[in-house]
């Protein structure tokens, strides 16, 4: 009889299994499951597929282009980490943003769309919420409650489902707090007394302790309890303008950058000013936390990319400037998993339509990406900090490879500059917003 090994599936699920039972093993097992089971069958088998070598793999490359988003995600993230340059061909040929299209557009702001924010999903107090991972068909919510991939795609909920918001900040003074999945309307938030730049949320996946940090040209910075609606705490300080806020993966430490030149580092608790970092000569347009939250990376007006070091208070390195003014700065991506090594990347936005990429360890420059035509006001990584996003005020979000230098896709909707990008942490949405007024939504779909 033949005997299925630690890898196998066996049908009937039987243990030990039914003497006549047939063991679906080896390759060829998954090789059938990956073409006949559904969906959530056909990603377990690219899932074992990885146990089987080279014909393993072959498989899950040919899964790179299945007609449905769900696999062709499964497969691309189960190869991303793949160093064989077939592999990596293969996915740039048949990168899952291939298929982006945009989902939505959202009306509601009477001016400029200055910044956009996506939160984390979030669950009721209580609630075993798990993060959708792209391999993910299905999450636990507790109480034996469950969310649907298909759910979410259609707009539909069940009770008490994890669930993503999206925040705008306008020209006109106010934050729009809107769903991700059924893009509808959730709050208005009303406090701010001029044009709001930016937004970031604190990571949480606790709906009742969702929190909104905002910064405004009245020079403040305003603290935001989401599921209420309400400002929770304004912090002052800052006098001009305040560009740019951060939150530190933490969630611990707000980061604000200005227009008085200075950097306010907040305790998110009590509302204080920690630390005043010193040192840019012009406007600081943006701010941007390293995975780790021990260092920040800031850009301003004068051309300069300071990063600081927070225990110390000190500047790490000063990026070497080519003039250009500096509108926006990234970080490559969340922090790595214990034992995973990878380059520490920082994307800076140049006034001319330039990406530089820097070395954020050594201060080396890396690549120039080119492909804008006009000022880049907005960047920010993939959570598998791969894939590069950029919006410019050529109109266009263009979404890149930055390993290879190379732009994977061009998104074209927007009638006015585009002034904001942001990406859920699944990555399969992207969220734009524009001196149109307007916010859109991108995402895979089937093709």
Known sequence: MQQPRPDDAVLGGQQPPPFNGVVLGGIEGARKRARYSSIPGQIVALQDALNYGPAGLDLIIEALQSPHHQIRWAAYSLL???????????????????????????????????????????????????????IGETGRLGDGETWRRGDLETGRRQEGASESTIASASYDGTIKIWDLQTHRLLHTLQGHRDRVYSVAYRTTTDSDNAVLVSGSADNTIKIWHIPSGTCRQTLTGHTQNVCSVA???????????????????????SGKCRQTLTGHFSWVYSIAFSPDGTQLASASADGAVRIWDLTSTRVRHILPSDGSILHGIAYNGPELPHGHTGQALLATCTNEGKINIWDASTGARVSTLIGHTKRLNSATFSPDRRTLISGSWDRTVKIWDPKRGITLRTLVGHT??????????DGQFIVSGSHDGTVKIWGILDC
């Open 247 to 269: 939150v530190s993966p933490d969630g611990q430490t707000i980061a604000s950058g200005s227009w008085d030149t200075s950097i306010r580092i907040w305790d998110i608790a």
């Open 416 to 425: 006015r500059k585009v002034n904001a990008v942001a990406i859920s942490p």
């Open 80 to 134: 991303v980490n793949q160093p064989d340059p077939k592999i990596q061909q293969a996915l740039t040929e048949n990168h899952p943003y291939k298929y982006i299209i945009c989902l939505a557009t959202l009306h509601g702001h009477t001016s400029a769309v200055r910044g956009v924010a996506i939160s984390p999903p979030q669950g009721r107090r209580g609630d075993a919420v798990r993060l959708r991972s792209p």
